[in-house]
């Protein structure tokens, strides 16, 4: 919750527009909220997330531990984060990269949580991991986006069975049209 407001601060009311600038002030304005500091008596609550900026074509995309996906021509691509969370231990003056990337019509993107890959399931209970998820995204490539959400719930909750549910889970899939 912390994060959102932040994030609606530096968004909609100081009028910030680019992810890797968003970021940085996330990182500082929520270790401020939290009161964290360097010495070993501060939480250490902190978080992974990325941010698009989409203008016509044109992205532009920085993540905190969390990558972007997108799948053109069949092929799944990955643009690597920032490997530092948003607070926690991460120093106030943490810059995170800016990607730029030029996308064309039937691309696919994928901006995820760490929720479905770290499930604990299967015959053996194991995690399904990153490579299970994007093979399946992958392969949902030919479905509409509405299709795709329904084969993932799917294939998540198959993959779960009985057991628990560990942390949040988000997949948002984005079609260029």
């Known amino acids: 919750m912390i994060g959102s407001d932040k994030l609606n601060r530096k968004v909609l ?13 996330l990182n500082i304005g929520i270790k401020q909220s939290l009161k964290q500091s360097n010495d070993e008596s501060f ?3 902190g ?29 799944l691509n990955e643009i690597k984060p920032t490997k530092a969370a948003i607070a926690g231990l991460t120093p106030n003056e943490q810059k995170y990269e800016l990607h730029e990337l030029d996308l064309v019509s039937g691309d696919t993107i994928y901006l995820t949580t760490d929720g479905y890959p ?4 299967g ?3 194991k995690k399904l991991k990153t ?19 329904e084969v993932l719930n799917q294939k998540f909750m198959d993959w ?3 057991l628990e549910q560990l942390d949040d889970v988000c997949i948002v899939g984005i079609r260029i049209q």
């Open 118 to 121: 770290d499930q604990f399931g």
């Open 43 to 45: 939480t250490r609550d």
């Open 160 to 162: 779960m069975g009985n």
């Open 13 to 25: 009311e100081e009028g910030y527009t680019c992810p890797s600038e968003i970021l940085s002030e």
């Open 131 to 149: 490579k299970q998820l994007k093979r399946i995204l992958i392969d949902i490539q030919s479905l509409k986006i509405s299709e795709q959400k």
């Open 47 to 75: 978080m992974d997330t990325d941010i698009i900026k989409l203008n016509g074509l044109e992205l532009s995309y920085s993540g905190a531990n969390r990558p972007l996906w997108f799948v053109r021509d069949g092929i």
């Open 123 to 125: 015959d053996n209970g």
